[in-house]
Nanobody, 121 residues
Framework: QGQLVESGGGLVQSGGSLRLSCVAS????????MGWYRQAPGKQRELVAT???????NYADSVKGRFTISRDNAKNTLYLQMNSLKPEDTAVYYC???????????????WGQGTQVTVSS
């Protein structure tokens, strides 16, 4: 079965940068959207950024100008470049894919296990 695996989280000081990666084991050939979501303790999971199969992107207002979502189809990897990090960005970040067709991926929604991002002040 296909899986999404996030990496790149960690502890960083305010103003620092991190690059999150989401690697699909198996190959996603066709998808509606892929994206990053985050969930802070006691908070509901929220959208951070999404990218469509046509490379159209969407960002939460709170991260616009600081975060960049991208996808490398050849590497079957989704990225989230996070710059100018703030303590408010502290959360578990999850990768998501709405898959249409792939190798080891049946159509449907897939979530990664999450990677912790902690921003200290």
């Amino acid at each position: 079965q296909g899986q999404l695996v996030e990496s790149g989280g960690g502890l960083v000081q305010s103003g620092g940068s991190l690059r999150l990666s989401c690697v699909a084991s198996g190959s996603i050939f066709s998808f509606k959207t892929m994206g990053w979501y985050r969930q802070a303790p006691g908070k509901q999971r929220e959208l951070v950024a999404t990218i469509t199969s046509g490379a159209s992107t969407n960002y939460a207002d709170s991260v616009k100008g600081r975060f960049t979502i991208s996808r490398d189809n050849a590497k079957n990897t989704l990225y989230l470049q996070m710059n100018s990090l703030k303590p408010e960005d502290t959360a578990v970040y999850y990768c998501h894919a709405d898959v249409i067709f792939g190798i080891w991926f049946r159509p449907g929604d897939y979530w990664g296990q999450g990677t912790q991002v902690t921003v200290s002040s």
